[in-house]
């Protein structure tokens, strides 16, 4: 089993930058694949960001490409969203994934752990 959780949302204005954190803990978290989704009120789940187990693949959303950066600290067992250049359409909960496996992984049925979420507000 592996616990995920979240951290380094708020409020932000439009224009403005955050950087979320999603911290693992667990057995066996050496070859672990981790996703980045969002969900705004009365919308589905939807696919933001996606690292490979090594970050030597990365996958975006066209919505955040160009604003948006994923990371992660293996040594640290965390990954990052970087936010830049936010949007009031980017007001979501966003979620950390993860799930074990070698590659990427870009669809939400694909992933097995799920963070609690963390809310991220942007005003106009």
């Known amino acids: 089993q592996v616990q995920l959780v979240e951290s380094g949302g708020g409020l932000v204005q439009a224009g403005g930058s955050l950087r979320l954190s999603c911290a693992a803990s667990?057995?066996?978290?050496?070859?672990?694949?981790m996703g980045w989704f969002r969900q705004a009120p009365g919308k589905e789940r939807e696919f933001v960001a996606a690292?490979?187990?090594?970050?030597?693949?990365?996958d975006y959303a066209d919505s955040v490409k160009g604003r948006f950066t994923i990371s992660r600290d293996n040594a640290k067992n965390t990954a990052y969203l970087q936010m830049n250049s936010l949007k009031p359409e980017d007001t979501a909960v966003y979620y950390c994934?993860?799930?074990?496996?070698?590659?990427?992984?870009?669809?939400?049925?694909?992933?097995?752990?799920w963070g609690q979420g963390t809310q991220v507000t942007v005003s106009s």
């Open positions: 667990g057995p066996s978290l050496s070859r672990i694949a």
């Open positions: 994934a993860a799930d074990r496996g070698l590659r990427l992984k870009v669809l939400k049925e694909e992933y097995d752990y």
């Open positions: 690292i490979n187990w090594s970050g030597s693949i990365r």
